[in-house]
């Protein structure tokens, strides 16, 4: 089976060729441009191959509802040229085969639960920290939708006591994003994160940020696994300074195993490791099929 996997992100597009164990056979990534450049190349690569499918991981914020005259847009970014940009319906006037989409958290979010981290379990949480913050929905089975899609890189956090940055979010100056991703960082400190020691205190204030999300994360959806990407989370030393963080917000509240004495593997990096959004469109692709027998063969009936 050769399925088409597309992670559009609003740097750069992945497009890769896989199978239905999540293998990728092959890839080629571009920075994303205006869609009268990047388009085509998209379609160059796909062209030829015979691809059964394909899965569309897409940075957003996008249209996931089918009834919708603008379902399959990318609705209203400020990158030029992709607001109100018809991305699904160009695929599949080239490629006339079942598509899948959603956005690029919530795919990797997927691709976590069919062969990474969440295996086997009903939900989690997929959060990208890289230029934004994204959070991807993954519960009761499915991936969460509602009314447009999750946004949780957004929501409104405490301040950390010690920080006085004003936050950089063009919308709520101090969400998540506006506090924790990667330029939020190089702003307040004057530095690229890669280039701060792994002991500044810039990692306890991030790692404060990211804590109050996933506090907030885990008491209202109660996943059952909390994933963390993005080439920020590259700062290992991130990851126990957040789990702690989170033990104390919560203070024994929740009884569960995984936060009481198992945290170590509650909140982790991508099974998947850097292919986790390119291997959650895959199996975007790969349930888009399944979706399509299913619906035509309740047609018949
Ligand atoms: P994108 O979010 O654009 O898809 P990334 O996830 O790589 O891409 O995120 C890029 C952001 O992450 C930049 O702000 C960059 O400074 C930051 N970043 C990338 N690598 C590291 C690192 N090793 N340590 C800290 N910050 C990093
Ligand atoms: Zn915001």
């Known amino acids: 089976m050769r399925i088409g996997a597309i992670e559009a992100g609003g740097t750069k597009f992945i497009c890769g060729i896989g199978d239905e164990h999540g293998r990728i ?19 160059e690569y796909f062209q030829g191959i015979g691809v059964e499918a394909i899965g569309i991981g897409s940075f957003g914020p996008i249209d996931l ?9 990318i609705t209203t970014t400020p990158k030029p040229g992709w607001a ?23 795919a990797a979010a997927y691709g976590e639960v069919k ?3 969440a295996q086997n379990l009903s939900s ?4 990208t920290v890289g230029t934004g913050v994204g959070v991807g929905v993954y519960a009761e089975g499915r991936l969460v939708h509602g009314l447009v899609h999750p946004e949780g890189g957004h929501v409104p956090t405490r301040r950390h006591p010690e920080d006085h ?39 306890e204030i991030e790692a404060f940020y990211i804590a109050e ?40 509240y929740v009884s569960a195993a995984a936060i009481l004495t198992q945290m170590e593997e509650y909140i982790v990096p991508p099974g998947l490791g850097q292919q986790a959004g390119l ?17 035509s063969k309740s047609n018949l009936i």
């Open 65 to 73: 509802r089918p009834d919708s005259p603008a379902y399959g847009y």
């Open 213 to 252: 999300s996933l506090t907030q994360a885990v008491l209202l959806l109660s996943p059952e696994k909390i994933i963390l990407g993005g080439g920020v989370m590259q700062q290992s030393q991130l990851f126990p300074l957040i789990r702690e963080a989170v033990r104390r917000n919560l203070n024994d």
């Open 165 to 203: 940055y004003s936050g950089r979010c063009p919308y709520h100056g101090d969400c998540l994003e506006g506090m924790a991703a990667g330029p939020a960082i190089e702003a307040r400190w004057g530095r690229k994160g890669h280039e701060l020691p792994a002991e500044h205190k810039a990692w």
């Open 25 to 43: 056979e092959d890839q080629i990534s571009f920075p994303t441009g205006h869609p009268d450049q990047t388009m085509p190349r998209v379609i």
């Open 115 to 117: 062969w990474g981290a």
């Open 124 to 127: 989690c949480l997929y959060i």
């Open 84 to 106: 109100n940009y018809d991305l699904l319906g160009n695929l599949k006037q080239a490629f006339p085969v079942p598509l899948g989409w959603d956005t690029d958290v919530n």
């Open 279 to 295: 291997c959650g469109a895959l199996a975007l692709g790969l349930s888009a099929i399944h979706n399509q027998t299913s619906s």
